[in-house]
């Protein structure tokens, strides 16, 4: 069982930025970070197996959200950039183990509570 934790969520005006972390209680193959606005579903938004190559981000993100890990202290970040009030959602923490994961959040194994984050504009 991985345990994660969020932090780094706030209310930021638009063009501003943010940088969340998910802090793991063990190592975890692949880690990822999804979102969820009010009234809609959880969605991707970026993936990273520790490897350069092994990045992927949703369209609505790429060029503005940077993804990051620090194998040493299991740690993820997100760097985003630029913010949008679109934005705006609670944004999850998630990894898996298995080599077996997508951009579908029930490939994903272990999740967090999750963090705010408002873009006002």
């Known amino acids: 069982q991985v345990k994660l934790v969020e932090s780094g969520g706030d209310s930021v005006q638009a063009g501003g930025s943010l940088r969340l972390s998910c802090e793991a209680s063990?190592?975890?193959?692949?880690m990822a970070w999804f979102r969820q606005a009010p009234g809609k579903e959880r969605e991707f938004v970026a993936y990273s197996t520790g490897r350069r190559d092994g990045i992927s981000y949703a369209d609505s993100v790429k060029g503005r959200f940077t993804i990051s890990r620090d194998i040493a202290k299991n740690t993820m970040y997100l760097q985003m950039f630029g913010l949008k009030p679109e934005d705006t959602a609670v944004y999850y923490c998630?990894?898996?183990?298995?080599?077996?994961?997508?951009?579908?959040?029930?490939?994903?194994?272990?999740w967090g509570q999750g963090t705010p984050v408002t873009v006002s504009s």
């Open positions: 063990d190592s975890a193959r692949v």
């Open positions: 998630a990894a898996t183990n298995t080599v077996f994961f997508s951009t579908d959040r029930s490939t994903w194994h272990y």
